[in-house]
């Protein structure tokens, strides 16, 4: 018998999870989601169009009172999104056992989703700064440069990760009782 009271939490850590790999999976790998899109570029998580898919790298156009550095040490830390995908990943079987079997596993999903959510927040906060502000620094040269989806497709991952943790949490008080069946 499914516990009833783990399946909000296992629901919205799903959901969090499928939306964190669309945001892992960005361009260049799939050029559809991104987080900004410039002169033609579409930059994601492990680079931009045209690039090699890696950790770390460098805006391919160099714009005044923008330090190279600092850009490039904050696309190293967008790797957090593939790791929140992980931890999402990680809730869901956590939350599949205690759906299934015992409130173990429900407890062990609410701290991994808390844990999903601590690094998809960070994730979110860095990569709206970063892409931000070379927007900006882009749009005041001249270049038109837009949000893409993958920012918000990681805002809806957050709200997800939140509401799932705190349901999973919730649901750690519920029923897991089996009832008996007298014939």
């Given amino acids: 018998m499914a516990a009833s009271a783990a399946l909000p939490g296992l629901f919205f850590c ?3 999870m499928v939306l964190l790999i ?4 960005s361009a260049p790998t799939w050029n559809a989601i991104s987080f900004m899109d410039a002169g033609g570029l579409s930059f994601g ?9 890696h950790v770390c790298y460098y805006f ?3 714009v005044p009172g923008v330090d190279e550095n600092v ?3 904050l696309t190293c830390a967008l790797i957090l999104y593939p790791i929140a995908a992980g931890l999402a990943g ?4 956590l939350g599949i056992c205690g759906a299934t079997y015992h409130r173990a596993g429900t407890v062990f999903m609410s701290l991994a989703a808390a844990l999903a959510l601590l690094c998809t927040l960070i994730a ?22 837009a949000w893409g989806n993958a920012t918000w497709i990681g805002l809806g991952a957050l709200v997800a ?8 949490a919730c649901g750690v008080f519920g029923s897991y009782r089996r009832t008996r069946r007298l014939y």
């Fill in 22 to 25: 669309f945001v892992s999976v």
């Fill in 161 to 168: 990760l939140f509401l799932g943790s705190c349901t999973a």
């Fill in 124 to 145: 979110w906060i860095i990569s709206t700064s970063l892409f931000g502000v070379e927007r900006t620094k882009l749009r005041d040269n001249g270049v038109n440069a």
């Fill in 71 to 73: 850009m490039h040490n």
């Fill in 60 to 62: 391919p156009v160099s």
């Fill in 45 to 53: 998580v492990l680079g931009y169009t045209g690039s090699t898919t």
């Fill in 14 to 16: 799903f959901a969090a």
């Fill in 90 to 93: 990680i809730s869901v079987l």
